[in-house]
């Protein structure tokens, strides 16, 4: 299996503040998909990374992907409260799709 | 476009009952999968299909059934239902599965066994 560890495992920040949830594989990456999962509801897809190094920004989220270090960060700026869920770090290994336990984010007004 | 779909919503089992729980989309999609999320443990992958007529297990399938006779519909059928199968389960649905994982989920269906 593919097993990707996420830290924190919950974060609580006020609204305005920056934040960072980092993903951690056991075993080399082969691209590295981001989810958000609002609480209750299906997922959403956010972000793909592919190659080390890459970096990818929507709205005020950044996705960064090092291949040396078998790890990626989220990092979001002036957190909303429309930022708050679950996100979920994911990576293939042939047909099929591991996901990490998820970060919890809690934005306060 | 409807997407993904499920039904149902919520349901509530006896241990030893059995049940399908429905999945559906509308995107022609040829990647389906089936996963469960648990407190703490994300999502885990039951059963996933390559295409119509293909299936296979992923990393927790014990208990769980699957056919995909249609390109549209993936059910998930529950053999006999026990309490470990508390859970939320999701379908999603992906273009091209391996070469690309962004996937389509939908909004999950909330099964409890007593």
């Known amino acids: 299996s593919q097993e990707l560890e996420q830290s924190p495992q919950s974060l609580i920040v006020q609204e305005g503040k920056n934040l960072t949830i980092n993903c951690t594989s056991s075993?080399?990456?082969?691209?590295l998909y981001w989810y958000k999962q609002k609480y209750g509801e299906g997922l959403i897809f956010l972000m793909m990374l592919q190659k080390g190094g890459e970096e990818k920004s929507h709205e005020k989220i950044t996705a960064k992907l090092d291949e040396k270090k078998q790890q990626s960060s989220l990092h979001i700026t002036a957190s909303q409260p429309s930022h708050a869920g679950i996100y979920l770090c994911g990576a293939p290994k042939a047909n099929k799709f591991y996901f990490g336990s998820g970060t919890k984010l809690n934005v306060k007004p | 476009n409807a997407g993904v779909t499920q039904t149902p919503k919520f349901q509530v089992l006896k241990t030893g009952q059995s049940m399908t729980l429905q999945c559906a989309q509308d995107m022609n999609h040829e990647y389906m999968s089936w996963y469960r999320q648990d407190p703490g443990m994300g999502l885990r992958l039951i059963h996933y299909?390559?295409?119509?007529?293909?299936?296979d297990q992923g990393e927790v399938p014990n208990g769980y059934n699957v056919s995909r006779s249609t390109t549209e519909d993936f059910p998930l059928r529950l053999l006999s239902a026990a309490p470990s199968q508390t859970s939320v389960y999701f379908c999603?649905?992906?273009?091209?599965?391996?070469?690309?994982?962004?996937?389509?989920f939908g909004p999950g269906t909330r099964l409890t066994v007593t």
């Open positions: 299909s390559v295409g119509a007529g293909i299936t």
């Open positions: 999603a649905s992906s273009s091209t599965g391996a070469l690309s994982w962004e996937q389509y």
């Open positions: 075993k080399t990456l082969y691209g």
